[in-house]
């Protein structure tokens, strides 16, 4: 019996969008395999469905991530503080495996380490995928010897997660299949990869998306309460979820997600809580003494400064910067002529916290590529931000060298990583101005240009519209049937 992605499209369901069609970026791009197909060509009847395609290119493109890194896995980790730099090749995990215990045999956030971080610093459901490496890397050699090998053992479980992050994405958007493409070919998201473990809160993430695409609440409650317990910035969705669903009256769905969320976060963490109390309290203890770090405007300000702000003032100042952006999508959502995409405002609300927090790691990209793939799947804009991203991504690591290079001063100075900081913040609040553009004129949202409504919205597709904060949004209603998707717009983006 043939599967259902082999299968031809059924008359009833509507045609996959064709992004060489729509996309001039993509259509110009596509001329690299042969140019955009053709409108008699078949689609669906051979093994190379799209979500396979985008599947296998993740695969291959993250395979080029770790060729990237080679200059790195035989040297620039173990000898010379600069080389990593130089190469654009440093990674946390084989530093973490002897700094963290797991050499020699240490049980995260149960046993103290020696040294300054008494206790793992990273999310219960991240320290269980260390750890899960750990029991996976042989343990004889050298230090040298074990560190490359889970750094490979780790590499491994994060390629199954870049690929599961990919698929999601194509599967969220049903009839928009190739966005995948967008996650599986964005530059950012290859380069930063194997920095560190963000891959796995972003593969739960995604997947949960797709959950609440399928109209699965709890099971997308479930799947973010996992992705919260390995990262804090997932716990963020239910916020502008709680909006949309306040918005179109659907509160038992909601309801569904929130519990799926709390106990599933609860089953993970509640044990540690109980038994190793100071150290499942070390991530959020360190997240809170930390002080201003790389990527952020905070950084630039405190470097230009004779009198830099404490790190408990950047706390409070962060902190209400944060929720003022919140507030502002909150009135957005409740606002709005028509009521936004849930991937729209995920992108938004992940963006704000991460701009306005006082660090911005070269990985936390990776947080929002996925998103912003189902937010605006626009190729121009996607790959403007993506430079602005790659060329962060360079200048971090230059500008360690220079730090690290002593008086031969090879890299970026202080000066040019600050251009470097300011290039990637414009770069993602550029993106993020072309999703709200999107909100205040859903005639320029190339999902909606295609028919579509909300795909990554379950319950919220097509909905009726039951609380509203202005006029303008309830005026719109009038205008519009109100059985099926509330569409009809096509303007040109």
């Known amino acids: 019996m043939p599967s259902a992605e082999s299968t031809r499209t059924s008359v009833h369901e509507p045609d996959p969008v064709r992004p060489t069609k729509e996309d ?16 008699r060509a078949r689609i669906g009847t051979s093994w190379w469905t799209p979500v396979r395609v985008v599947a296998l290119v993740a695969i291959g493109m993250f395979a080029l991530g770790l060729i990237q890194k080679a200059p790195c896995y035989n040297g620039g980790w173990f000898f010379g503080a600069s080389t990593q ?52 890397t042989p343990h004889s050699g050298t230090i040298q010897h074990q560190e490359q090998w889970y750094w490979m053992v780790n590499a491994g479980m994060l390629m199954i997660c870049a690929a599961v992050i990919a698929i999601c994405v194509s599967r969220t958007h049903a009839r928009r299949p190739w966005d995948g493409l967008l996650v599986a070919l964005a530059p950012a998201f290859v380069l930063t990869a194997t920095i560190n473990w963000d891959l796995l809160a972003g593969a739960l993430t995604a997947a949960a998306m797709l959950m609440w695409a399928r109209g699965r609440s709890l099971a997308f409650g479930v799947l973010l309460g996992l992705a919260t317990a390995a990262k804090l910035y997932p716990v963020f969705l239910l916020g502008p979820l709680f909006l949309l ?13 929130l519990a799926g969320t ?21 991530f959020y203890t360190f997240s809170q003494e930390r002080g201003v770090d790389f990527g952020s405007f905070w950084l630039i300000l405190a470097q230009n400064s004779s009198d830099p702000l404490t790190t408990e003032s950047v706390n409070t100042l962060a902190t209400l910067l944060v929720l003022l ?23 938004l609300v992940v963006a704000a916290f991460i701009v306005t927090n006082k660090v911005y790691s070269p990985q936390y990209v990776l947080w929002l590529v996925p998103l912003a793939a189902l937010a605006r799947p626009k190729w121009r804009d996607f790959l403007v931000w993506q430079a ?18 002593g008086d031969a001063h090879k890299g970026l100075s202080m000066d040019g990583y600050h251009w470097a900081i300011a290039f990637h913040l414009l770069g993602t609040l550029y ?4 999703v709200v553009r999107d909100i205040l004129m859903p005639e320029r949202d190339v999902v909606r240009q295609a028919g579509d409504d909300d795909p990554s919205g379950g319950v919220l597709d097509g909905a009726e519209d039951r609380f509203v904060l202005s006029g303008v949004a309830a005026s719109m209603r009038k205008d519009e049937p109100l059985d099926g998707p509330q569409v009809s717009w096509g303007k040109e983006s």
Not at 262 to 282: E, Q, R, T
Not at 326 to 345: C, D, E, S, V
Request: proline share 5%; net charge positive; charged share 15%.
């Open 262 to 282: 709390v106990v599933a976060w609860l089953v993970v963490n509640l044990p540690v809580m109980l038994f190793a109390f100071d150290g499942w309290s070390k």
């Open 24 to 39: 001039r970026i993509a259509a110009a791009g596509s001329e690299l395999i042969g140019g955009p197909i053709g409108r």
């Open 431 to 434: 993106f993020c101005g072309m």
């Open 85 to 136: 730099y130089t190469h654009a090749c440093y990674s946390d995990i084989p530093h973490l495996y002897q700094g963290r215990g797991f050499a020699d045999g240490l049980v995260p956030y149960f046993d103290q380490f020696s040294g300054d971080m008494k206790y793992l610093e990273y999310p219960v459901l991240t320290g269980v995928f260390m750890q899960v490496a750990s029991w996976l």
């Open 245 to 257: 669903c306040w918005r179109a009256g659907k509160w038992r769905d909601f309801g569904k997600a």
């Open 388 to 405: 602005c991203e790659v060329a962060y991504f360079l200048g971090i690591w230059m500008y360690l060298a220079y730090t690290t290079s």
């Open 325 to 347: 952006c919140f507030l502002g999508i909150a009135i957005l959502t409740l606002t709005a002529p028509r009521r936004p995409r849930f991937a729209q405002l995920a992108f």
